[in-house]
């Protein structure tokens, strides 16, 4: 099995920035690609975005929704294969949710299908 624990969220003003963190244990040998999902109250689950982190051929491969790019940057901690980050520039009300870190066993980001999920973090915008 695989754990994911989130890390990161909280309160920011629009316009701000957070960095949210996610980091896998268990059985990592079996994720090829990690993402973010993201659930507003009354909505359904989103992708945000995606990343693989294995593979020669599409290896740092990503995937974004329309709504985030330009503004939110996912990426992995180069020494830490199993850890990802989602930098969030520009944030808008809009992007209010619970952030969910997911992974999966696919090498395949489009679409992205996980096998696993976090907790999830709140994230809040709001002046």
């Known amino acids: 099995q695989v754990q994911l624990v989130e890390s990161g969220g909280g309160l920011v003003q629009p316009g701000g920035s957070l960095r949210l963190s996610c980091a896998a244990s268990g059985t990592i040998f079996s994720i090829n690609a990690m993402g973010w999902y993201r659930q507003a109250p009354g909505k359904q689950r989103e992708l945000v975005a995606a990343?693989?982190?294995?593979?020669?051929?599409?290896?740092?491969?990503?995937?974004y929704a329309d709504s985030v790019k330009d503004r939110f940057t996912i990426f992995r901690d180069n020494a830490k294969m199993t850890v990802v980050y989602l930098q969030m520039n520009s944030l808008k009300p809009e992007d209010t949710a619970v952030y969910y870190c997911?992974?999966?066993?696919?090498?395949?980001?489009?679409?992205?299908?996980?096998?696993?999920w976090g907790q999830g973090t709140q994230v809040t915008v709001s002046s």
């Open positions: 990343i693989t982190t294995s593979g020669s051929t599409n290896y740092g491969s990503t995937n």
């Open positions: 997911a992974a999966s066993r696919k090498v395949t980001i489009i679409p992205y299908d996980p096998n696993y």
